[in-house]
Structures are given as C-alpha cells and as structure tokens.
C-alpha cells in the first residue's frame, strides 16, 4: 500500500531513520527534525514501527505539517514524506 512519491523537483532536506525504534521515540525524532527545518522543507523518515502511521497521521493534524506520502516496502520499512508547516501548531 503506498501513497504517491513527492514530484521530482522536491528536495528531501533531513532524513531520519527510525526504524527499530518504537512510540514515542519516531514521533519525538521527527519533532525534533521539524523543530530545526524551515517552513515548505521535507523530512523522510524511515520507520519499522507499525503503528507509526497512526501517530504519524494524528501528530500532523495536530500541528498542520503535511504528510505527502507514506510507502510500506516490501521488508517492513515505512517510509513517510513530511512537509513542514508554515506556523506549526504547539504539542
């Protein structure tokens, strides 16, 4: 199941690998990476935590970050495209 990649003319600025690594710790990586980025970057995060899309999905509502997409690969690896918000929402 996999949403569509960002167009090529995206640039991913910051990468994070989570993968291994279970709730919070995915969420709180990312929030971490979003704090530093500029507003209409794009973060790619690796994550093997299957309940990373639920928290995932739930922490950019909450915030107005955009997830662009989310690929399931073949051995596990969730692959999620987010873009930071203009003015994040506090959590």
Known sequence: MSS????????????L???GLNCPLPILKAKFA????HPGQLLQVEATDPHSVIDFE???ARTG????????????????IIQRAESPKPV
């Open 58 to 60: 739930a922490y950019c």
């Open 34 to 37: 979003l704090n530093t980025m």
């Open 17 to 19: 690998d989570a993968k």
């Open 65 to 80: 970050h955009s997830i662009l997409s989310t690929t399931h690969t073949s051995n596990g690896v969730i692959e999620f």
């Open 4 to 15: 569509p990649k960002p167009e090529n003319h995206h640039t991913i600025e910051v990468r």
